[in-house]
T-cell receptor
Framework: GNSVTQMEGPVTLSEEAFLTINCTYT??????LFWYVQYPGEGLQLLLK?????DKGSNKGFEATYRKETTSFHLEKGSVQVSDSAVYFC?????????????FGKGITLSVRP | DTEVTQTPKHLVMGMTNKKSLKCEQH?????MYWYKQKAKKPPELMFV???????INESVPSRFSPECPNSSLLNLHLHALQPEDSALYLC?????????????FGSGTRLTVV
């Protein structure tokens, strides 16, 4: 079946530090890949997505590139801010028809210190 | 309108109560979902509706009863819940099931069962 593996957390960084959050996946076919962010007390927001190999998704300074050869979709940001403190979920959607589901990784908590 | 709206935001109910959660979207999406999220965990899929018909029930106990009155509305009826059912309940929608484009999530209903 499909699965998503995220690096273990939590992650604590100082403001303006470089961020990398690793995500690898297992899926049949050609899935779409997503990063969702959940701020404290809120629902999930789509941060960025990529639908085919070598696509780069980007939003709010975050980037992730769909790497089919390494089955990875690592999230990066060059300079984090305190407001980026949240839980980040990597996810995939494999379009297999009516029973297709969004499969999430375990999530990782990011805390950014001033 | 690009939102999924959930009401109420917070709900406290006793184990003998009957209550309902409501979800609404006006994006023309034909797939709608209920997820349950416990603290520091990824969302777990409960139900999927496709074109107003239930297409996936992830072996959810019968004390949770979904309903899709029309293409814009999704309800979750709750009856005789247990304290362990306390969680954040998230509604989501997508253009179709098996979509490559990800889901739009609501902000959730935080449910406490006492």
């Amino acid at each position: 079946g499909n699965s998503v593996t995220q690096m273990e957390g939590p992650v604590t960084l100082s403001e303006e530090a470089f961020l990398t959050i690793n995500c690898t996946y297992t899926a049949t076919g050609y899935p779409s890949l997503f990063w969702y962010v959940q701020y404290p007390g809120e629902g999930l927001q789509l941060l960025l997505k990529a639908t085919k190999a070598d696509d780069k998704g980007s939003n709010k300074g975050f980037e992730a590139t769909y790497r089919k050869e390494t089955t990875s979709f690592h999230l990066e940001k060059g300079s984090v801010q305190v407001s980026d403190s949240a839980v980040y979920f990597c996810a995939l959607s494999a379009p297999t028809g009516a029973n297709s589901k969004l499969t999430f990784g375990k999530g990782i908590t990011l805390s950014v210190r001033p | 309108d690009t939102e999924v709206t959930q009401t109420p935001k917070h709900l406290v109910m006793g184990m003998t109560n009957k209550k309902s959660l409501k979800c609404e979207q006006h994006m023309g999406h034909r797939a709608m979902y209920w997820y349950k999220q416990k603290a520091k965990k990824p969302p777990e899929l409960m139900f999927v509706y496709s074109y107003e018909k239930l297409s996936i029930n992830e072996s959810v106990p019968s004390r949770f009863s979904p309903e899709c009155p029309n293409s814009s509305l999704l309800n979750l009826h709750l009856h005789a819940l247990q304290p362990e059912d306390s969680a954040l309940y998230l509604c989501a929608s997508s253009q179709e099931t098996g979509t490559l484009w990800g889901y739009t999530f609501g902000s959730g209903t935080r449910l406490t069962v006492v």
